[in-house]
């Protein structure tokens, strides 16, 4: 299994700005994932945060808007650039462990929830 | 394409209630299929899971069979309690790398 924390939890941010949030598994991890949880929407895949790379994003998604770190196993932010109200949104951290390649089984972090006026 | 569908919610029963959410999910092959749960105040976690066609993944009362010919997963439980409640995402393996397509899902609340 895997700890993650995640912060800011919650946040309320000016249309314009930018936040990063961060994520700290408490293990090294292969594979790590940044999901958005808009209101009464499903999980999307933003990307994933690659170690030593650039990371790998998902269709509708760019790294200008949504640039991403991973310096580490153990670490990564994703950071919200220019945001506007539609970025008001739940934004979860996800790893899949050593244990679990492919097996489909993810953790994830309480998630940063995400106010944007 | 890729999708899952759920019952929408939200589901109000009462303790001991029998329990179904439904999910269905399109698929070009054969994905694993999964249901997390999230209750209030946490992060999402996995309940359940399945690998291939006919299997039961079960866990904590629940459990879901892999129905390839109506390509459904839908999660049951015989007698609900409160502490069940909390929002329940079916979701579907995507390619070789496992990236999970989720459901809207369905928020669930047991009353005593």
């Known amino acids: 299994s895997a700890v993650i924390s995640q912060k800011p939890s919650r946040d309320i941010c000016q249309r314009g700005t930018s936040l990063t949030i961060q994520c700290q598994v408490d293990?090294?991890?292969?594979?790590m994932f940044w999901y958005r949880q808009q209101p009464g929407q499903s999980l999307t895949l933003i990307a994933t945060a690659n170690q030593g790379s650039e990371a790998t994003y998902e269709s509708g998604f760019v790294i200008d808007k949504f640039p991403i770190s991973r310096p580490n196993l153990t670490f990564s932010t994703l950071t919200v650039s220019n945001m506007s109200p539609e970025d008001s949104s739940i934004y979860l951290c996800s790893v899949e462990t050593a244990g679990g390649v492919n097996t489909g089984e993810l953790f994830f972090g309480e998630g940063s929830r995400l106010t944007v006026l | 394409g890729n999708s899952v569908t759920q019952m929408e919610g939200p589901v109000t029963l009462s303790e001991e209630a029998f329990l179904t959410i439904n999910c269905t999910y399109t698929a070009t092959g054969y994905p694993s299929l999964f249901w997390y749960v999230q209750y209030p105040g946490e992060g999402l976690q996995l309940l359940l899971k399945?690998?291939?066609?006919?299997d039961k993944g079960s866990n904590k009362g629940f459990e879901a069979t892999y129905r390839k010919e109506t390509t459904s997963f839908h999660l049951e439980k015989g007698s609900v309690q409160v502490s069940d409640s909390a929002v329940y995402f079916c979701a579907r393996g995507r390619g070789g790398s496992e990236k999970l397509v989720f459901g809207k899902g369905t928020k669930l609340t047991v009353n005593p």
């Open positions: 399945a690998t291939k066609a006919d």
């Open positions: 293990s090294q991890v292969t594979m």
